[in-house]
């Protein structure tokens, strides 16, 4: 049976603890075996689309977590809950009490976040790695395709090596803003300004996201290898970074200057090895 590994409460500024984000980690390595049990919780479209998904097994595990993370938050079975696709390709529960969520999968790392607070959610993982092969013209073709003008003006100014991390760092919280926002890259990533420093800038966001309240945070997830792999196996993905966006409707920040809104994001490691920091730098 494949149980929690650790919980713990990464960032609690909330007064009253409105209803916290949870935050899931997890991996499908060494989960093959698992793979027909979990299938038994899904739909039947579920079975169909997975079945075909490119890297099925971490779609599937991932899924699968979904299910469970849902369960315990609508308190229903998890193979009972009922998940639709909006026109966008967002998945959403249907279900009589409000839930939120985003996922990310990537490699054989995922990560949910969730809660039934009225929030909106956005979550991305990506393997640091994957833009290391890349060309210096590889590096220029992404950043003219995804940056604003402003921010490749800042990208610019960057060292060579300094501009993969900070391509990545910018794709990723782009991408969790735009699945907070529910469009997915139906909105293409140039058109949204996050800024490239450290603190992300919210100062210039598009119409749909004005109604809410903005929090960027950057997701640092770091995989040891188990005792018995080889230390040095270089081929499994180590290294990820990603970010969370989480919108509050304005109201409820009651006044308070919006770095200031409160936010709970509890975290749950669900394999072995693994080490997770969430940062929050608030927001210029
Ligand atoms: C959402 C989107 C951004 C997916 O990104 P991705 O990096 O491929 O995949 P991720 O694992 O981070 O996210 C996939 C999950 O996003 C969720 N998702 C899909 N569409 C979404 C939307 N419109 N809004 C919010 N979430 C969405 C789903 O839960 C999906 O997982 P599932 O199908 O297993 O449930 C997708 O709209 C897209 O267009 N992807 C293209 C990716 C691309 O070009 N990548 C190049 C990177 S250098």
């Known amino acids: 049976m494949h149980a929690p590994m650790n919980r713990e409460t ?12 949870l935050l899931t980690i997890f991996s499908a390595l060494g989960r093959e075996a698992e793979i027909p049990r979990l299938l038994t919780m899904f739909s039947e479209s579920e079975r169909a689309r997975f079945s075909q998904h490119h890297g ?12 469970q993370v849902l369960s315990s938050l609508l308190r229903t079975e ?28 990537t490699a054989h790392v995922g990560a949910i976040i969730a809660t039934t607070g009225r929030l909106a959610l956005g979550i991305d993982l990506e393997w640091r790695g994957r833009v290391k092969p890349w060309t210096d013209d590889a590096v220029a ?15 610019d100014t960057l060292r060579d090596d300094e501009k993969r991390n ?13 699945k907070a926002l529910g469009t997915g890259l139906t909105t293409p990533m140039r058109h949204v300004h996050l800024g490239l ?12 996201a004005q109604g809410w309240a903005w929090r960027l945070l950057d997701l640092d997830v770091r995989h040891t290898p188990a005792a018995c792999e080889p230390a040095g196996d270089t081929a499994v993905p180590r290294d990820f970074l990603g970010a969370i966006a989480v919108g509050l409707p304005r109201g409820r920040t009651g006044g308070l200057a919006e770095p200031e809104a409160d936010i709970t994001v509890r975290l749950t490691i669900d394999a072995p090895g693994f080490e997770v920091s969430v940062t929050d730098s608030g927001s210029r």
């Open 10 to 21: 990464v960032m609690s500024r909330a007064r009253d603890d409105p209803e916290p984000i």
């Open 56 to 67: 099925r097994e971490n779609a599937v595990v991932t899924r699968a977590t979904l299910r």
């Open 78 to 105: 998890p193979g009972g809950i009922v998940i639709e696709n909006d026109a966008h390709g967002r998945p959403r529960a249907v279900a009589r009490r409000r839930v939120e969520f985003s996922v990310t999968h």
């Open 141 to 155: 073709r992404m950043a003219r395709r995804c940056l604003t003008t402003d921010e490749r003006t800042e990208f």
């Open 166 to 178: 900070a391509f990545l760092r910018a794709w990723t919280r782009k991408e969790a803003f735009l």
């Open 197 to 208: 420093g450290d603190i992300p800038d919210l100062r210039q966001l598009p119409a749909p």
